[in-house]
T-cell receptor
Framework: AQSVTQLDSHVSVSEGTPVLLRCNYS??????LFWYVQHPNKGLQLLLK??????LVKGINGFEAEFKKSETSFHLTKPSAHMSDAAEYFC????????????FGTGTSLTVIP | ETGVTQSPTHLIKTRGQQVTLRCSSQ?????VSWYQQALGQGPQFIFQ???????GRGNFPPRFSGLQFPNYSSELNVNALELDDSALYLC??????????????FGSGTRLTVV
């Protein structure tokens, strides 16, 4: 069965410091992995995706994530947090066994302190 | 800004009523999926339509149904509303069926409250 665990429901960082949002997944096959961001009253925006190419994936707004098969992890990082990064972040897994659906984690709320 | 438009943005219904939510995808996006996001939770897959036919369904009862039209618009219908149906409903579209390579574009959602 496919599942996603976001290890932190809330993360708080100071502006200008690094961001780390943790995600572990469970998948029977080679997964596709995504990170989406949701700002208040906005739709979900794709940050980046891993689809079996390079294990280090660069996304928009300076975010990147590394696929580690041995650890079944896909953690999201950013070297320096900006106030505009404050939002809800979702890790998503999909593979050929899930058909056409995405499995979302429960989300991590990122707070950026000025 | 997103090319997927959902209406209405907010809706209040009474338990037992029926509701129709609408989604307008951008041109060329022939695949549309609907997700339910309960408060404090991640979105859950309801179903997907590809070229006007259902192409996958999540663990939702038959009172959740959908339609997709040739003009890239779609509807989510929910009958016999229950209090637990209160949630944000998200529409997501893509060009083609392969979510891996194309990714989804999400709308801003419809917030449904059932009282």
């Amino acid at each position: 069965a496919q599942s996603v665990t976001q290890l932190d429901s809330h993360v708080s960082v100071s502006e200008g410091t690094p961001v780390l949002l943790r995600c572990n997944y469970s998948s029977s096959y080679s997964p596709s992995l995504f990170w989406y961001v949701q700002h208040p009253n906005k739709g979900l925006q794709l940050l980046l995706k891993y689809t079996s190419a390079a294990t280090l994936v660069k996304g928009i707004n300076g975010f990147e994530a590394e696929f580690k098969k041995s650890e079944t992890s896909f953690h999201l990082t950013k070297p320096s947090a900006h106030m505009s990064d404050a939002a809800e972040y979702f890790c998503v897994v999909s593979d050929r066994d899930t058909g056409n659906q995405f499995y979302f984690g429960t989300g991590t709320s990122l707070t950026v302190i000025p | 800004e997103t090319g997927v438009t959902q209406s209405p943005t907010h809706l209040i219904k009474t338990r037992g009523q029926q509701v129709t939510l609408r989604c307008s995808s951008q041109s060329g996006h022939n695949t549309v999926s609907w997700y339910q996001q309960a408060l404090g939770q991640g979105p859950q897959f309801i179903f997907q339509y590809y070229r006007e036919e259902e192409n996958g369904r999540g663990n939702f009862p038959p009172r959740f149904s959908g339609l997709q039209f040739p003009n890239y618009s779609s509807e989510l219908n929910v009958n016999a509303l229950e209090l637990d149906d209160s949630a944000l409903y998200l529409c997501a579209s893509q060009a083609g069926r392969d979510r891996v390579f194309y990714g989804y574009t999400f709308g801003s959602g419809t917030r449904l409250t059932v009282v």
